[in-house]
């Protein structure tokens, strides 16, 4: 019933520039903070970013603060995760994911009880 979908991962030089975006259905999406995590091949899954249910609060991993930028269109359903400047260490299959919005989010990934399958974002040197 309820479904979150990645999109926009692909191939991309260092420097460059993604924007990933993920839909949402089957949930009411504003009773839910949406994050951002990544998982690289032999890493442990890792919070990037993630946004409140009315879009005022965002939080950002030290690793990408200033390069990504995570937003939200509560009309659409959908949130977006721009990323700029990209390094080869933001390679990685990245995952939507919606926690109950109780408090302020959390950057542990064991809180949130819905998930996308996962974009893959490969950044060559």
């Known amino acids: 019933q309820v479904q979150l979908v990645e999109s926009g991962g692909r191939l991309v030089q260092a420097g460059g520039s993604l924007r990933l975006s993920c839909a949402s259905s089957?949930?009411?999406?504003?009773?839910?903070?949406i994050s951002w995590f990544r998982q690289a091949p032999g890493k442990e899954r890792e919070f990037v970013a993630g946004?409140?249910?009315?879009?005022?609060?965002?939080y950002y991993a030290d690793s990408v603060k200033g390069r990504f930028t995570i937003s939200r269109d509560n009309a659409k359903n959908t949130v977006s995760l721009q990323m700029n400047s990209l390094k080869p260490d933001d390679t990685a299959v990245y995952y939507c994911?919606?926690?109950?919005?109780?408090?302020?989010?959390?950057?542990?990934?064991?809180?949130?009880?819905?998930w996308g399958q996962g974009t893959q974002v490969t950044v060559s040197s």
């Open positions: 946004i409140s249910w009315s879009g005022s609060s965002t």
């Open positions: 089957g949930l009411t999406f504003n009773n839910y903070h």
């Open positions: 994911a919606a926690e109950i919005a109780r408090g302020a989010v959390r950057s542990d990934y064991r809180g949130y009880v819905y």
